[in-house]
């Protein structure tokens, strides 16, 4: 159970602090306070000199993705400012609040990071008696890809579906709503509000199994006095980034920016709510995106 945030600019470097604002990425880190059982981020750089030039070395690509996880929460780690005034032309960030008694280890920590790939997800994929998938050895997906992702989780499972998927030569989009599709025919309850991203796309779905919000998170938000902030738990919105009047008229975004419920976002400011089965294709060179059903 967790908070998902990311965006995709149009090809060059921002920030987090610049896609949305100090105050509203304080709001987001504050989070943590109940979201407190580690955080990460993952962001596709553009760095400011090839390594190559100097001294001679092999050129190697043109970008890089910079992943950070932790175990303690982002509003303890100093880290998160540094991270949220990076330079990046695309980007995840994930606060955790782990589910069915999975193990605060680094190793469950998001974002995941495989083949080019940084991924992150919001929900408990177990069945109605509570089982987690990650107890389900009959479940059809190659152990040895769920190893690749270096977690232990219900989320790594997810994850190396979709990378399954990618191995039968769906493009990414398209993998991520295969590896939907067959997980809800064992878990069709599930949450599998998720962002994903690689070195040209941005991806961020909303497919939530329940979109009531399940009676535990609210109990958990009213301990801290919060549960205001949980009616609308698996919600997720998307804003347009620095579209001018000029740009709206050409047809050419500078990139998205979407997240999970949990701070403000208010429709006269452009957030607009995804809805449930849809997904935000985004492209984080050019900064154009497209709406799609699963």
Known sequence: MCRLLGFAAAGS??????????????????????HNDGWGSALVTVPSESPYLRDGGAPTPETGTAVYKNTIAARHDPIFD?????????????????????????ENQQPFYANGLSFIHNGDI?????????????????????????????S???FAVILQYIGFGFALDEAVAQAVR????????????CMIQSQDQFIALCAAGREVTSKRIVEIYDQYG??????????????????????QAAGQPKGVVVASSGFDQCAEDGWTRLENNQMIVASNRTGAFRVRSI
Do not use: C
């Open 226 to 247: 919060r549960g205001d902030q949980a009616h609308d738990y698996r919600v997720m919105r998307y804003r347009t980034l620095g579209e001018s009047e000029a740009d």
């Open 13 to 34: 470097n921002t920030s987090l602090n610049g896609v949305l604002g100090m105050q509203a990425v304080r709001d987001f880190r504050n989070l943590s306070e109940i």
């Open 182 to 193: 067959e997980l809800r025919k064992s878990y069709p309850k599930s949450s599998y509000n």
């Open 156 to 158: 790594a499972i997810f």
């Open 126 to 154: 177990s069945d109605d008696q509570g089982r987690n998938i990650i107890t389900n050895r009959a479940f059809p997906v190659d152990p040895n890809i769920v190893q690749s992702t270096g977690g232990r989780s219900d």
């Open 82 to 106: 540094e991270l949220a005034n990076t330079p990046a032309r695309g980007g995840l960030w994930h606060l955790r609040l782990a589910s069915s008694n999975l193990p605060l280890i680094l």
